[in-house]
Each structure stands twice: as structure tokens, then as C-alpha cells.
Nanobody, 122 residues
């Protein structure tokens, strides 16, 4: 079973930047399309971005132009570079397996990690 581990969250002021990282301790990340999913308190989880095996990417409308997803097969990582952060970006961010391969849409989402908290506040 794939294990996913997220890191890089924290507290940042509006307009600031963070880079989240996702890796798999058993080195299998490179065999999956990966999503970043976020969940704010009291809200359902929403897909933010995904990246397929060939590097194709999809972004949710509210993060287009601000977030960039990338993957490094040698380092076994998928990163989410988040710029111009807004208070509404505050959530726990998870990386998850994209069950449809990130071909046409975000999700559905499979196994995910424990998450990393991102808080945007002045």
C-alpha cells in the first residue's frame, strides 16, 4: 500500500509563499498521478491541483496563476509552490493518489497522507 507524507506547511501572511512537498517512503510516488487536496474546517475537501505521469497538470480555478505543481522522479517528490497566498487558502493540505490519472479532471482521490496545515493570516 502506498504511503504518502506531506511537509512544508506553516503560518504565512497574505501575499506570502509556501512550498509543500509530498513523498512516499517506499519510493513508489513516480508510478501515480498525484493530487493536492485541501480541507478547511467545516468544509468538504476540494482538489487544488494534480499532475499526471507525463507531467500534464490541472488546477482549480481559484489557484490558477498562483499555484504551481511539479514532480521530480529522481527525488520521488511532488511539490506545490503556492504564491500570493490568501486567507481563504487556509486549510489542511493533503497529497493523494489521483484515481483517474489526472487526464481530464481533478480526482477522484485515493490514498492520502496525514496532511500539513497551511494558515494564511496577518
Amino acid at each position: 500500500q502506498v504511503q504518502l507524507v506531506e511537509s512544508g506547511g506553516g503560518l504565512v501572511q497574505p501575499g506570502g509563499s509556501l512550498t509543500l512537498s509530498c513523498t512516499s517512503p517506499n519510493g513508489t510516488l513516480g508510478t501515480f498521478a498525484i493530487d493536492w487536496v485541501r480541507q478547511a474546517p467545516g468544509k468538504a475537501g476540494e482538489g487544488v491541483s494534480c499532475i499526471g505521469l507525463g507531467g500534464f497538470t490541472i488546477y482549480e480555478d481559484s489557484v490558477k496563476g498562483r499555484f504551481t505543481i511539479s514532480r521530480d522522479y529522481d527525488k520521488n517528490t511532488v511539490e506545490l509552490q503556492m504564491n500570493n497566498l490568501k486567507p481563504e487558502d487556509t486549510a489542511v493540505y493533503y497529497c493523494a493518489i489521483d484515481m483517474s490519472g489526472c487526464l481530464y479532471r481533478l480526482g477522484p482521490f485515493g490514498s492520502r497522507g496525514q496532511g500539513t496545515q497551511v494558515t494564511v493570516s496577518s
